[in-house]
Nanobody, 121 residues
Framework: HVQLVVSGGGLVQAGGSLRVSCAGSGRPFSRYAMGWFRHALAKEREFVSAISWGGGSTYNAVSVKGRFTISRDNAKNTVYLQMNSLKPEDTAVYYC??????????????WGQGTQVTVSS
C-alpha cells in the first residue's frame, strides 16, 4: 500500500507559477509511475501529467504542454508538478496518483487527497 500526501496548492494570479508536491510513503515509491490529475468544478477529472518510475519519460496533456513540468525525486519519495504561465482555466483540485501509469484514471491504484489551485484573472 502507498500513502500519498499532496501539498502546495493555493491562490495565484494568471501568468504566475505554483509548484505542487506529492510525498509518498509505504511501498517503495520508485516502483510506481506517478501521475497528476485535476478536477475542475462541473467537469470530469482529467489527466494532466505523468512520469515513469525512473523519471526518464514524461507525458503531458495538450492543455498544459509547455507550461507544466512533472519531475520526481525518488530519494525523497516525492513527485512535483511545476506550473508556469497559469491560466484561470487551470483552476481545479489537483491529485497525484501512483500505479502502472497511464493517461487514464484506471492506470493508478493509489491517490492523494488533492489540493486546490485557484488562478485569478
Amino acid at each position: 500500500h502507498v500513502q500519498l500526501v499532496v501539498s502546495g496548492g493555493g491562490l495565484v494570479q494568471a501568468g504566475g507559477s505554483l509548484r505542487v508536491s506529492c510525498a509518498g510513503s509505504g511501498r517503495p515509491f520508485s516502483r510506481y509511475a506517478m501521475g497528476w490529475f485535476r478536477h475542475a468544478l462541473a467537469k470530469e477529472r482529467e489527466f494532466v501529467s505523468a512520469i515513469s518510475w525512473g523519471g526518464g519519460s514524461t507525458y503531458n496533456a495538450v492543455s498544459v504542454k509547455g507550461r507544466f513540468t512533472i519531475s520526481r525525486d525518488n530519494a525523497k519519495n516525492t513527485v512535483y508538478l511545476q506550473m508556469n504561465s497559469l491560466k484561470p482555466e487551470d483552476t481545479a483540485v489537483y491529485y497525484c496518483a501512483a500505479g502502472a501509469g497511464s493517461r487514464l484514471l484506471s492506470g493508478y491504484d493509489y491517490w492523494g487527497q488533492g489540493t486546490q489551485v485557484t488562478v485569478s484573472s
